[in-house]
């Protein structure tokens, strides 16, 4: 295959093909009726029915246990035709899934379920409930893609696409599309990509790569995850992109957490909880749902340090509204933190940079002005690496001010009878850093 004629095809396979996938685990139900109403088709090109096929199982977090969704099966087209043609709907409850969805979305969300035409094969995807699927297809060569709408707003979408280990050079061209570090190979195998202009991306693990574009529309985001395998391994490709208001983000960033949990695998090598965005996406939709009062201040302190602040920010879009408002809460409420809340809010330094890096320090830097020995005698306690970066947050609070008084302050404050030696020491650290913030 020349170089043009794999280019044509690779984005005649992007182009029609667009969302699916398949690792399903635990129990549903089926409705009663096989006959279920289908949403009616719509003119001679028909939209794709969607069929209500009872709820699935979602086993979530200890505190919720379980969510049960609503299931809507897609008509699909198929590349070659079969006799029977397959089932609209799966033939048994489709099994639990273990996948957390956030508390306050269970009411919001579905599962749309296509058959894949062979065994009983189905692929699951995650969107909010009333959309419509505006196409569904199966290729003769087992590729696979789906897109869903809302039917109020049909720029909000949801679109999937799987080469499914049949067209080498539709994945390969794809890959180069887009992973950049993989253009050049893509170029070399003679299948190159169009290289796609991403406003971010953070690479999950070696195999997977988390973007968003730049929308024309300011008032909507554009967010995907790229899935890929190694050169050594059968070359395969698939990728889940969501364009959705900027108000309906939070449910963008489960959709695209569900595909990222669910479909790596098979593909990406890394399955570390640390390639995800789950923890930071679960506290997204907690902050945002939480009264703003002093009582959401305990357990925000408490969910910080499984965070790191350089995803929630990248989560947040292009506004680092949320990420700095929790931090200037925690500030505002200062009064109301604990000692035993020292050592979480001391440890949740991961991914800080830039203004976030600098309001972190305001926060820990006030805390320490109104409780100096209690914030020192839990540093004490602590090792020497989570001293270090404590010392270098409260070093560049206390740099603003006139350097011989805080030193004189810190010398007083060392004298006291309550200051072991381990507590001196962490008071010597604070006075080398006064002495040289930067």
Same mark, same amino acid.
């Given at each position: ?18 969302l ?70 799966p ?11 956030p508390?306050?979305l ?10 894949l ?18 196409e ?8 696979y ?23 080498v ?47 024309s ?7 995907g995850?790229?899935?890929?395998t ?16 900027r ?13 990222t949990?669910?479909?790596?695998? #098979? +593909? ?11 923890? *930071? /996406?679960? =506290? @997204? ?15 925000l302190?408490r ?19 949320w990420p ?6 925690l500030?505002?409420h ?15 330094t ?43 947050l409260? #070093? +560049?609070?206390?740099s603003?001010?006139?350097t011989?008084?805080v030193?004189? *302050? /810190?010398? =007083? @404050? ?25």
């Open positions: 295959m020349n170089t043009f004629t794999a280019k044509r095809a690779a984005n005649l396979f992007l182009t029609s093909t667009l699916a996938s398949s690792v399903l685990l635990g129990a549903g139900t089926l409705p009663s009726s096989a006959s279920a109403a289908t949403v009616p088709i719509a003119s001679a090109r028909s939209l794709p029915a969607v069929v209500p096929s009872g709820t699935v199982t979602f086993n979530t977090t200890v505190k919720q246990k379980y969510v049960k969704l609503p299931v809507y099966a897609v008509q699909v087209r198929y590349g070659v035709d079969e006799d029977p043609a397959p089932a609209v709907q033939k048994a409850p489709l099994p639990a899934v273990s996948f957390a969805i508390s306050g269970e009411n919001q969300l579905a599962v749309y379920w296509m058959n035409g062979y065994d009983s094969r189905g692929a699951m995807f995650l969107a909010p409930k009333g959309w419509i699927a505006a569904a297809l199966v290729g003769a060569n087992g590729s893609g789906i897109t869903l709408r809302n039917p109020a707003n049909t720029a909000e979408s949801l679109t999937f696409s799987d080469t499914a280990g049949s067209c050079g539709c994945a390969i061209s794809s890959i180069g599309s887009y992973f950049p570090k993989e253009r050049t190979w893509a170029d070399e195998e003679g299948f190159p990509g169009e290289p796609k202009t991403y406003q971010q991306y953070t690479m999950l693990g070696e195999n997977a790569l988390y973007y968003s574009l730049k929308d529309n300011n008032s909507y985001t554009t967010k995850v790229a899935v890929k190694s050169r050594t391994d059968d070359i395969l490709f698939r990728r889940q992109q969501v364009r959705m208001t108000d309906h983000q939070l449910l963008s960033y489960v959709m695209l957490d569900f595909f949990d669910r479909y790596r695998t #098979g +593909y990406a090598k890394s399955t570390s909880t640390a390639d995800k965005i789950s923890a *930071e /996406l679960e =506290l @997204l939709v907690w902050y945002q749902q939480e009264p703003a009062s002093t009582s959401r201040v305990t357990p302190i969910k910080l340090p499984d965070i790191d602040w350089g995803k929630l920010s990248r989560l947040s879009g292009t506004s680092r509204l700095e408002e929790m931090i200037n809460d500030t505002r200062i009064s109301v933190i604990t000692p035993d809340l020292y050592l979480p809010l001391l440890k949740s991961k991914g800080l940079d830039g203004a976030l890096s600098e309001s972190y320090s305001n926060l820990i830097g006030t805390l320490f002005d109104q409780q100096p020995v209690k914030v020192i005698q839990v540093l004490s306690r602590a090792d020497r690496s989570l001293q270090t970066s404590a010392v270098h409260i #070093g +560049y609070h206390l603003y001010r006139n011989a008084g030193i004189q *302050e /810190l010398q =007083l @404050l060392r004298q006291q009878k309550s200051m072991d030696a381990n507590a001196q020491k962490v008071i010597d650290l604070l006075i080398q850093r006064v002495k040289s913030p930067y």
